[in-house]
């Protein structure tokens, strides 16, 4: 069974930076898509930012780009989110998430892991 | 940006028929995907590409997806059925995945 398993959550004052870690045991982790999407306390679904397979091409929602960066380590079968210059508005639950083929783009998420609580706060 | 429209709530008797509608500009050109979210859990694909359901999904669940306006169906509603569901596509022109505000569906 294919599990993906969050890490790096927690609090962090304003400006602050985390970076969130995603790992992938148990398949081939370079012939899948994967995405980060998150949902604040009591909100809905909202993407974040997704990976290409072969970690070429990496694309971000318009509330994080240019402060948060989308990595993988194929050869760790993991997952990065670096989530810099963090505001209060990004307090939520990050999901990592899998598409069920290696170019980004068009497909559902078919693996979700449980996510990693992430609280900006002073 | 690319806006998809779902109702806040739908209620459904148990043993009746569900319906969630999401909305978007042409939705009928895009692929629609469904997730259901129990509380406290993360959410599951129901239903993909409109109108596939993955295995292990009951065939209770069902998509269409014509025209402006991507429906889910959920037959013979159980108590178990009782979640938040999204809508989903991804938006080509700006390489964007959207996601839909949300239906809590309650079994009555």
């Known amino acids: 069974e294919v599990q993906l398993l969050e890490s790096g959550g927690g609090r962090v004052q304003p400006g602050g930076s985390l970076r969130l870690s995603c790992t992938a045991p148990?398949?081939?982790?370079?012939?899948?898509?994967m995405s980060w999407v998150r949902q604040a306390p009591g909100k809905g679904l909202e993407w974040v930012s997704g990976m290409s397979g072969d970690g070429d091409n990496a694309y971000y929602a318009d509330s994080v780009k240019g402060r948060f960066t989308i990595s993988r380590d194929n050869s760790e079968n993991t997952l990065y989110l670096q989530m810099n210059s963090l505001r209060g508005e990004d307090t939520a639950l990050y999901f990592c998430?899998?598409?069920?083929?290696?170019?980004?783009?068009?497909?559902?998420?078919?693996?979700w892991g449980q996510g990693t609580l992430v609280t900006v706060s002073s | 940006s690319y806006v998809l429209t779902q109702p806040p709530s739908v209620s459904v008797a148990p043993g009746q028929t569900a319906k969630i509608t999401c909305g978007g500009n042409?939705?009928?050109?895009?692929?629609v995907h469904w997730y259901q979210q129990k509380a406290g859990q993360a959410p599951v694909l129901v239903v993909y590409d409109d109108s596939h359901r993955p295995s292990g999904i009951p065939e209770r669940f069902s998509g269409s997806n014509f025209g402006n306006t991507a429906t889910l169906t959920i037959t013979r509603g159980e108590a178990g059925d009782e979640a938040d569901y999204y809508c989903?596509?991804?938006?080509?022109?700006?390489?964007?995945?959207?996601f839909g505000s949300g239906t809590k569906v309650t079994v009555l």
């Open positions: 148990g398949f081939t982790f370079n012939n899948y898509a």
């Open positions: 042409d939705l009928g050109s895009y692929s």
């Open positions: 989903q596509v991804w938006d080509y022109r700006s390489d964007h995945y959207v």
């Open positions: 998430v899998k598409a069920p083929e290696a170019p980004y783009g068009g497909l559902a998420f078919d693996v």
